[in-house]
């Protein structure tokens, strides 16, 4: 049964009764050269542990599952469940899991497996749009112990990702993201080949995490609140954005000289080394009486 199929994802439509949810962001895929795409692009294993997040029907469980260990698949729909069962009964490597991956434990989830031996972990999704900025820093703020995140979103996330200093999608993503990972470009998917349609053509980007940042900080939750603060309010001046910290305008001033970053400066021309200087100046400053 070719599951990405429009026929048969209608036919799945019908004979369950199902609905595709918008609220849930459920653009199912209908082209193999773009699943395929995306598996070859997460370069999945035998050795591999695959999370998928957000399965639908399940087309990219099934095709990853053809060349993983084992597929874990973390879906929110119940209406999805019982037709995950029946679309991949033929696969003995997947667990489906009908849970909100914002509210799972993916750690717990990947140490439970430690009496198989996976070479690594790898993560792939075609994201829910509504969601997606949240599920990447969920991802890696919690530290999960993956080699790769493999995952398609909406063209406008994919290209503030990709962003350095001076553009005007370079922000707190970009910076988040440019920390903790290397990026892929995988490849454009344009919105056609999704049913039902979405507006937006998508991309698929692979972030690779880094064994070790790319700067070194005293404290990584300092540096998260520079970017914060500084993106927060970026048209402002980093001596006025930077109010946001809750320091004052004086050890501002003082953190910024120490850094070498004009006072007049905005965010978005800060590199992960400006901010990286700055977190530092701060975590620096002498505790207040
Ligand atoms: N992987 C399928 C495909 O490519 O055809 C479906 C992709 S669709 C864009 C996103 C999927 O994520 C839907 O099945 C939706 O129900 C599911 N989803 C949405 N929010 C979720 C959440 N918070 N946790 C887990 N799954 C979610």
Do not use: W
């Amino acid at each position: 049964m070719k599951l990405y199929d429009p026929q048969t994802i209608r036919a799945i439509k019908n004979r369950y009764g199902f609905q595709f949810s918008k609220s849930l962001g459920q653009n199912f895929l209908t082209d193999k050269g773009v699943i395929d795409g995306i598996i070859e692009g997460a370069g999945i294993g035998p050795e591999d542990l695959v999370i998928e997040i957000g399965p639908g029907i399940g087309v990219l469980t099934a095709a990853a599952a053809e060349k993983a260990g084992k597929v874990i698949a973390i879906e929110i729909d119940r209406n999805l469940i019982t037709i995950l069962g029946d679309t991949l009964a033929e696969y003995h490597n997947i667990e489906v899991i009908n849970e909100n991956v914002m509210k799972i434990d993916l750690n717990a989830l990947i140490s439970r497996e430690d009496n198989v031996e996976y070479k690594s972990v790898k993560i792939i999704g075609n994201l829910p749009y509504y969601i997606t900025t949240g599920i990447i820093m969920m991802l890696l703020e919690s530290h999960v112990p993956a080699e790769s995140i493999t995952i398609m979103m909406q063209k406008e996330v994919a290209e503030r990702i990709k962003e350095g200093p001076g553009s005007r999608t370079y922000g707190a993503l970009s910076v988040a993201v440019q920390y903790y990972c290397t990026v892929d470009l995988v490849e454009e998917v344009p919105k056609h080949v999704f049913m039902p349609q979405p507006k937006v053509d998508s991309t698929v980007l692979r972030l690779n995490l880094r064994e070790k940042p790319p700067v070194d900080l005293i404290d990584e939750k300092m540096f998260f609140r520079c970017v914060k603060a500084g993106f927060g309010q970026r048209r402002k001046t980093l001596l006025n954005s930077l109010g946001q910290t809750g320091y004052n305008k004086d050890q501002i001033r003082q953190c910024l000289e120490e850094a070498g970053i004009d006072a007049k400066r905005r965010a978005e021309t800060l590199s992960l080394e400006d901010f990286a200087a700055l977190a530092n100046a701060f975590s620096s400053l002498p505790a207040e009486e």
